[in-house]
């Protein structure tokens, strides 16, 4: 079993930033892809940014210059760098990792969910 820890949430003023963190524990192997999600109040959990084992990052359209995402595979840890925070980004940010548990088994774990708020 794996756990996935969030952390980095927050309230915080429209043209702000945030950083998000999650740490994955237990077993693993290795981790394939991470990424984050988030879901808005009333809104499908939408894809924000994955990165791949090898570091290839992708991100939603309309966040691209503003949130980076990066990971530490030591620490087995996803970062999620927000920028120029806006009211719209308010949402539940949920962290995803496909953990290859062992060389043959891979499972899908998420994160119980951090909330981030944009006041204008």
């Known amino acids: 079993q794996v756990q996935l820890a969030e952390s980095g949430g927050g309230l915080v003023q429209a043209g702000g930033s945030l950083r998000l963190s999650c740490a994955a524990s237990?077993?693993?192997?290795?981790?394939?892809?991470m990424a984050w999600y988030r879901q808005a109040p009333g809104k499908q959990r939408e894809l924000v940014a994955a990165?791949?084992?090898?570091?290839?990052?992708n991100y939603a359209d309309s966040l691209k210059g503003r949130f980076t995402i990066s990971r530490d595979n030591a620490k087995n840890t996803v970062y999620l760098q927000m920028n120029t925070l806006k009211p719209e980004d308010t949402a539940v940010y949920y962290c995803?990792?496909?953990?290859?548990?062992?060389?043959?088994?891979?499972?899908?774990?998420w994160g119980q969910g951090t909330q981030v708020t944009v006041s204008s």
């Open positions: 995803n990792m496909e953990v290859q548990e062992t060389r043959w088994l891979a499972n899908r774990y």
């Open positions: 237990g077993r693993i192997f290795s981790i394939n892809t």
């Open positions: 990165i791949t084992s090898g570091g290839r990052a």
